[in-house]
């Protein structure tokens, strides 16, 4: 069975500063990671997603992630926030293609002027 | 348009009163499924479906029924709703092209049972 955690129910950043979100995950095999972001009272848009290919993985709107296997971890960057960035953040991890996702249990992103 | 729709987007509801929540996707996307997401624990899988006819339970399903007669529905039912059932619920789909883990969804759909 596969979970995720993610550290920090809320994080707050001022417009310009970095941006980082931990996830941690747990699998038996090796994972497929995904970053989602939600914006109020929208569904859930696909981020980024590590499929075994390269560790540090491109996103949309800036955001990158990198998979360390000796950390178990994907955490999310940004160089510069956006006053646009802030939303609600979910880290999600798949034991292999074609299985289920395990969703973190979300990070709040506030950006502040 | 690619997208996943849900209806009602909003539901207030008293216990025991059946409801719906439909769900359509016109993506030919084998793959669906439903969430629902609560304050603090993210989103859990109640149901899903790799295909026409077939579906299997998720992470939380009980008190729910779904069914997938067409590929591009797949509806969320709730026999006999009940307050701890009160939650944001999501649609979602995808197809093996993308190993079944890139999911679009739905704009979500808030229920409310008193």
Not at chain 1, 47 to 70: D, H, R
Request: glycine letters at 8%; proline letters at 6%.
């Amino acid at each position: 069975a596969q979970s995720v955690t993610q550290l920090g129910s809320h994080v707050s950043v001022s417009e310009g500063a970095l941006v980082l979100l931990r996830c941690n995950y747990s699998s038996s095999v090796p994972p497929y990671l995904f970053w989602y972001v939600q914006y109020p009272n929208q569904g859930l848009q696909l981020l980024l997603k590590y499929t075994s290919a390269a560790t540090l993985v491109k996103g949309i709107n800036g955001f990158e992630a990198e998979f360390k296997k000796s950390e178990t971890s994907f955490h999310l960057t940004k160089p510069s926030a956006h006053m646009s960035d802030a939303a609600e953040y979910f880290c999600a991890v798949s034991a292999t293609s074609g299985s289920r996702l395990t969703f973190g249990e979300g990070t709040q992103l506030t950006v502040n002027p | 348009e690619a997208q996943v729709t849900q209806n009602p987007r909003y539901l207030i509801t008293v216990t025991g009163k059946k409801l719906t929540v439909t769900c359509s996707q016109n993506m030919n996307h084998e793959y669906m499924s439903w969430y629902r997401q609560d304050p603090g624990l993210g989103l859990r899988q109640i149901y899903y479906s790799m295909n026409v006819e077939v579906t299997d339970k998720g992470d939380v399903p009980e008190g729910y029924k779904v069914s997938r007669k067409e590929k591009r529905n797949f509806p969320l039912i709730l026999e006999s709703p009940s307050p701890n059932q009160t939650s944001l619920y999501f649609c979602a789909s995808s197809s093996p092209g993308s190993g079944y883990n890139e999911q679009f969804f739905g704009p979500g759909t808030r229920l409310t049972v008193l």
